[in-house]
């Protein structure tokens, strides 16, 4: 169960953890090559990353006293994890195969450590690590180890394609994201259109005056992702009933998803009112700061209920 207290400081660590993840992964799954991805957008990235880190660990570490070695190990996975998902993708760019036997690798490692069999047991004891760091974070990567290699096979058989893409994945969310989106504008009194393309759908006035494409980018594919990794690694240590976790999980994944619904009708709004250029930027920033607000928000509630749950057992 959670060991540390949840104070302020620890919660804006566990978001920027959560929000640096999304962004890797997403540069992960865009080869980092992706024109969207600026030099700025990524050191920032990885500064999130590195000051979450600094944030947990070192409460951890000065507040309750961890044990160092422990903690130097843990990081060691965690760099190690994040270069196994850059293998996975950025390999795609190269040869599909070579993206097929990363996946396959980084899935029976997850199942061994998960499992707690073989050599990798003695990673498998920071699963359950007294280091909500080292907890989180090793939950984190072996889900998503779990995740990635089904996900891609999903794509195998329905396409024939093995590489990474997951449209078979990502269609099916955009398609339903349109719909919300276009029913949204027309609620604000805007008569619009959406229309099937290759990789996504076209949003377009009625007129014809204004279009926007809603392509893999917008899909959410990596947030939501990245949602339901966190969620499960971290549930277990939240201390509420089976049937409350499962409200919670229903809850954050509807979250995510209308979240990046409303991000698309606002674009298409800017785009509407100031123009090609002003969507271009809002559409570069947009995406982190709905994640980011919806994310924390989520987290908040998500850690205010563990409170209530030690407060009723206190009182039994």
Known sequence: MIDIKINKMILLGIILLIGSFTYIFEMGYHGFVHQDFNKAQIILTFLALFLSSVFILGYEYYETKKNRKDLEYGFGFFIGAIIMLFLVFYTRNINSTIS?????????????????KGMASKLSVFINSQSFF???????FIIMGLLLFPAGMIEFMRSGVFDYTLKEIYMPLITVLTYFSERALSLLGYSVYSIEQTGGYTLAMSDNTFHVFIGALCSGVTSMSVFIAAFFAIIGDIKTTLKNKAVLFIFGVLGTFFSNAFRIALLFL????????????????????????WISLFWMILFRISEMGEKSKERV
């Open 270 to 293: 800017i785009g509407i009112k100031y123009g090609q250029d002003a969507l271009l930027v809002a559409h570069t920033h947009l995406g982190w700061i709905f994640f980011f607000i």
């Open 134 to 140: 080292l907890r989180f974070s090793f939950r984190f």
């Open 100 to 116: 097929f036997v990363f996946s396959l690798i980084y899935f029976i490692f997850s199942i061994i450590v998960f499992t707690k």
